[in-house]
């Protein structure tokens, strides 16, 4: 039972990524989802989360309206569309679930390894 961030690597200042968020092992459409990042030094913080009916959507103001998170069920995956990217997105991106919609990190588990952005200026 694994959820595995990917698609993270380098990208312009202003520019655009995709992370994906796969499932393994479960199936994701019962569950909460989130994602994360954490800066080196400090504390993960929460980016985004969808619930799993996908009905309530959370952004952190740091990304709203730059950031969009979507759930496609048939492929057991969670995107996160990373657009208008700031040199200040840099961070590992982690994803992780949760049996009810919440922004706090301390109730997600199945935290995978994450995914490292780096933004050039």
């Known amino acids: 039972v694994q959820l595995q961030a990917s698609g993270g690597g380098l990208v312009h200042d202003g520019g655009f990524l995709r992370l994906p968020c796969v499932a393994s092992?479960?199936?994701?459409?019962?569950?909460?989802i989130g994602w994360f990042r954490q800066f080196p030094g400090k504390e993960r913080e929460t980016v985004s989360c969808?619930?799993?009916?996908?009905?309530?959507?959370y952004y952190a103001d740091a990304v709203k309206g730059r950031f969009t998170i979507s759930k496609d069920n048939a492929e057991n995956t969670v995107y996160l569309q990373l657009n208008s990217v700031k040199p200040e997105d840099k961070a590992v991106y982690y994803c992780?679930?949760?049996?009810?919609?919440?922004?706090?990190?301390?109730?997600?588990?199945?935290w995978g390894q994450g995914t490292l952005v780096t933004v050039s200026s």
């Open positions: 992780a679930a949760s049996i009810q919609f919440t922004m706090h990190a301390n109730e997600y588990f199945n």
């Open positions: 092992g479960f199936t994701l459409e019962p569950w909460a």
């Open positions: 969808i619930s799993s009916r996908e009905g309530t959507l």
